[in-house]
């Protein structure tokens, strides 16, 4: 733990739910990682924006035997943890999740809750290993024979949605989902990334395509019950903290402009964004 | 006048100009428009966001004979008066200019000057006797022999160059031209104005077209030398005013789609605009 500490020390881990609060009131945390040691499993939660500090924090926990899942936002993460230890350990994992952090040691869970798990090698007796972690958990948790395609279907939301919140100046998701404009150039953005996936999907030799009337479909019905929630990008936005532009935006434009797939608004969304946040 | 009435009376109107200050220490001025009465000559210089005065405010100025120069941005506006006084007699105008006003009776001439001026219907004699009336300024003017052109020309400036200064968080133009990322995006912006443009134009039967190259060479030079010049847009935005964000990004949307041309990017920055106008 960093900023929260001292804070859970004192009062324990608080969180709040809809499916109910619960207090870890003495929960097993350190400062350091070193302080861990090498462990079977670790979990990788960081901004992308931390990428930077990804190794030095996971490397003392990461044994010959570990393994690591890797919950983190936007494209060519699992990548560099290929490149610093053994790609057939390495696991990506998408949060379909409304959670926000407010005061230290505390969080509030506010809707939804799937986790989607993939395997970096689309590997399925790994996966398999994976799944049964979260077996006796309560978190639904849903395995994808393609990585890469799950991270896709991630982007489909975060890229119109999170995108947007920003870009509008600043609103909540209730702001698109009630604003027919708003609505409509989520509509047409989450297509640009459907179609960048399904290329990166096919140049990738994958089978798996992302079914578009499917995700918009889903995308659109998550989106409608979120109510005015503030997704993470909008809140460093709004805290004048650093975005998740490069992951979330331009990485996704990168591969869509290298197989060739017109994404203008997209192109234009992600040009805002990093001019947006370079203004800080 | 209506703000600067006051100060203009007192001090005069002052104009800062790099080609020479200026100032006018009793220029005939009058609070409305009944005290001044019927002329050979009305400019007609409102925001269209004031739109719904221009009547009232134009009315008491027109006889029979009298001539309306229209110089406002945007589409759909010389129709509007058209609908109100003869249409023979109305004349648009477009001005490639870069003026602020600050202070009242104080207006701030930064760079460029040139008007470009079309006959409503397109008639050549109409136009000459626009001409006419300028020929004694030190005022650049161009004819245009089609309005309509003219229209899209002003447009293929305004909605990259005035909506990215807004939608990117509201900086001044050298933040445009000097990012890569929004001065690609500022040029397929460009090209899907002169798209719609193009297809509007031959959808009226007329003979003009927006030629791609000299229009792009010829707006990035013009913009290029502006410096950290604020469109008025981005002023209006700043300073929480409403912005022109119907007549010069929603109306040019509405033809581009009413006549099939695809505009992705010119449609997710006008919805961008929309509700960052409409939050103030």
């Given at each position: 733990m960093r900023r929260d500490y001292q804070a859970v020390r004192i009062a324990g881990l608080r969180l709040t739910s809809p499916e109910g609060d619960l207090t870890l009131?003495?929960?097993?945390?350190?400062?350091?990682?070193e302080d861990i040691g090498p462990v079977d499993w670790v979990l990788c939660a960081l901004k992308t924006t931390s990428m930077e500090y990804a190794y030095k924090l996971v490397r003392p926990c990461v044994a010959a035997d570990t393994r690591i899942l890797v919950l983190m936002n936007g494209l060519g993460i699992e990548e560099r943890f290929a490149d610093w230890f053994d790609a057939n350990r390495i696991f990506g994992g998408m949060a379909f999740t409304c959670i926000n952090r407010s005061e230290p040691g505390q969080v509030h869970h506010l809707a939804h809750g799937r986790i989607t798990i993939g395997h970096f090698q689309n590997d399925p007796v790994e996966l398999e290993t994976a799944m049964a972690l979260w077996k006796r958990s309560k978190v639904e948790v849903s395995a994808s024979l393609s990585l890469r395609c799950a991270r896709w279907e991630k982007l489909c939301w975060n890229i119109p949605f999170s995108g947007l919140c920003v870009a509008a100046g600043?609103?909540?998701i209730d702001g698109i989902a009630c604003n027919a404009k708003l609505r409509n150039v989520a509509l047409t953005l989450m297509e640009e990334v459907i179609a960048a996936g399904n290329a990166d999907l096919a140049s990738h030799g994958e089978m798996a395509r992302l079914d578009r009337n499917a995700i918009v479909t889903h995308m659109f019905h998550l989106t409608d019950t979120m109510g005015a929630y503030r997704p993470s990008l909008l809140i460093d936005f709004l805290e004048q903290r650093q975005m998740e532009?490069?992951?979330?935006?331009v990485e996704p434009l990168r591969r869509a402009q290298s197989l060739g797939v017109n994404t203008p608004q997209l192109r234009l969304l992600a040009a805002l964004l990093f001019s947006l946040g370079i203004r800080r």
């Open positions: 009131s003495n929960p097993a945390i350190t400062l350091t990682s600043g609103i909540a532009v490069e992951a979330m935006f």
